[in-house]
């Protein structure tokens, strides 16, 4: 008599050498519309770093980071954008004892985002005159808030200070907001004691940048597979 049992299909080995299952999504988060989230992950970081330039040029004060970054290059030497590069290097290594795991956006972060911003103060002076300077640090700010929304949005991974502060919030358990503030106020502080900027700008900055950015965000956030309505 013979058998009934219906025999299972194999599965080819893989091949030597071929790319395992899951690693594309460690690396990029999921795959859907990569190349729009490709593009607008480097705009956004492009962006950011011309309004952190902007910023830096209306001398009205600046973003508490930022405040740290120029307190550096005044104390130190090198170019604020360079700054910008050797913190994040460094904040992305606080990110090992935190477990935390780097996306491409966190990379990119690292490497673009002070390129930009030295690219913008060679080819940018800055405007002379109250009004004109009030202006300048209005605009850097909604931009900051703009590119902030593209590189998040794009879905590749937080920058290495945000990741920072999520990851504490992780293995301490105390509230992000606390845990942003603590760490503001300290970089704020080092800053300033270095030489850094601080100013209008630096609480503008603080009141108007989470706003702009809770405005902003849905707008430019490219859905995932299971948000994209389907056609037909």
Not at 47 to 75: E, F, I, K, N, T
Not at 93 to 113: D, E, K, S, Y
Request: proline share 8%.
């Amino acid at each position: 008599m013979a058998s009934t049992t219906t025999p299972r299909p194999t599965t080819p080995p893989s091949a030597p050498g071929a790319a395992r299952p899951g690693l594309a999504v460690r690396v990029l988060g999921d795959t859907h519309l990569l190349g729009r989230r490709s593009v607008q992950l480097l705009v956004g970081l492009a962006v950011y770093g011309v309004s952190m330039a902007l910023m830096l040029r209306s001398g009205l004060g600046l973003d508490p980071w930022d405040v740290l970054h120029q307190g550096l290059q005044r104390s130190l030497g090198l170019s604020v954008g360079a700054w910008v590069t050797l913190c994040g290097a460094l904040v992305l290594l606080l990110w090992i004892p935190l477990r935390q795991r780097p996306g491409l956006g966190t990379v990119a972060n690292v490497l673009l985002i002070g390129a930009a911003m030295d690219l913008t103060l060679r080819l940018f002076d800055g405007p002379q005159g109250w009004p004109a300077r009030i202006a300048l640090m209005a605009g850097a700010i909604v931009l900051n808030a703009v590119a902030t929304g593209l590189y998040i949005g794009a879905r590749f991974g937080p920058g290495p200070r945000d990741g920072l502060m999520t990851g504490l919030h992780r293995r301490t358990g105390r509230s992000l907001r606390l845990i942003r503030t603590g760490i503001e106020v300290a970089v704020l502080a080092v800053g300033i004691l270095l030489g850094g900027t601080a100013g209008v700008g630096t609480v503008a900055y603080a009141l108007a940048i989470g706003p702009l950015v809770q405005v902003f965000l849905p707008w430019l956030t490219v859905p995932g597979p299971a948000q994209t309505p389907r056609k037909g």
